[in-house]
Antibody, heavy 127, light 110 residues
């Protein structure tokens, strides 16, 4: 069964750090680009970051650039999001999602659809 | 305000047809980048509904269809059912702003 399971969310004070994890199963994790997408309470979806299948390419939304770092460990089938200098506006449900196309060229990295989503993990930034 | 503009809400009676628009510009949809659509039922994660403008993943009913023309795309739902009540999002790529989602449209089945 193809599945993504996020963990690591919680309540954190402004300025502190948190690391999210996303465990993948049921597919060849190392073949797919992976994304983080977030959704603030009552709001729409916001793309956060993408990492290529081999970790060699990473891109971020302007709102998190310089504060968040996406990474992956293909030997553990796990995606990560290191979030530093957290702000109140980072409060959201964070979803990991799989890019739908197996693509070694990188062309689809930011053009692709997200075909598998995790259930999400809530991050609350509050003092 | 999202770069991809969707109506905040649409509604329809069971059995009817509704459409949801997604309006972009020459730097995203108009530049030829694909549009994808997602359905988010209350309290759940988004689900891919349409990819590559008009393609349905396996398991998505053919009541759902997508199209694209110029700087806009549309999602059509025919034979509306109560279970279709959800939020719908379009997604595309922008040459300057990277991955974009529309603001979302809440579908109410009357």
């Amino acid at each position: 069964q193809v599945q993504l399971v996020e963990s690591g969310g919680g309540v954190v004070q402004p300025g502190r750090s948190l690391r999210l994890s996303c465990a993948a199963s049921g597919f060849t994790f190392s073949s797919y680009a992976m994304h983080w997408v977030r959704q603030a309470p009552g709001k729409g979806l916001e793309w956060v970051a993408v990492i290529s299948y081999d970790g060699s390419n990473k891109y971020y939304a302007d709102s998190v650039k310089g504060r968040f770092t996406i990474s992956r460990d293909n030997s553990k089938n796990t995606l990560y999001l290191q979030m530093n200098s957290l702000r109140a506006e980072d409060t959201a449900v964070y979803y990991c999602a799989r890019g739908s196309t197996v693509d070694s060229s990188g062309y689809y990295l930011k053009r692709d659809a997200f075909d598998i989503w995790g259930q999400g993990t809530m991050v609350t930034v509050s003092s | 305000q999202s770069v991809l503009t969707q109506p905040p809400s649409v509604s329809g009676a069971p059995g009817q047809r509704v459409t949801i628009s997604c309006t972009g510009s020459s730097s995203n949809i108009g530049a030829g980048y694909d549009v994808h659509w997602y359905q988010q039922l209350p309290g759940t994660a988004p689900k891919l509904l349409i990819y590559g403008n008009s393609n349905r993943p396996s398991g998505v009913p053919d009541r759902f269809s997508g199209s694209k023309s110029g700087t806009s795309a549309s999602l059509a739902i025919t034979g509306l059912q109560a279970e279709d009540e959800a939020d719908y999002y379009c997604q595309s790529y922008d040459s300057s702003l990277s991955v974009l989602f529309g603001g979302g449209t809440k579908l109410t089945v009357l």
